[in-house]
């Protein structure tokens, strides 16, 4: 059970930190 909570955190970290640089490459385009 904790080994599962530990891997969806990561997952999520992950997930999120990757669209918040999706977002600050779509605004450094818009920026160019």
């Not at 904790?2 to 920026?31: C, D, H, P």
Request: charged fraction near 20%; hydrophobic fraction near 50%.
């Amino acid at each position: 059970m904790f080994v599962r909570i530990i891997t969806f955190t990561l997952l999520w970290l992950a997930k999120s930190s990757e669209n918040s640089a999706k977002r600050q490459m779509r605004s450094g385009m818009m920026y160019l």
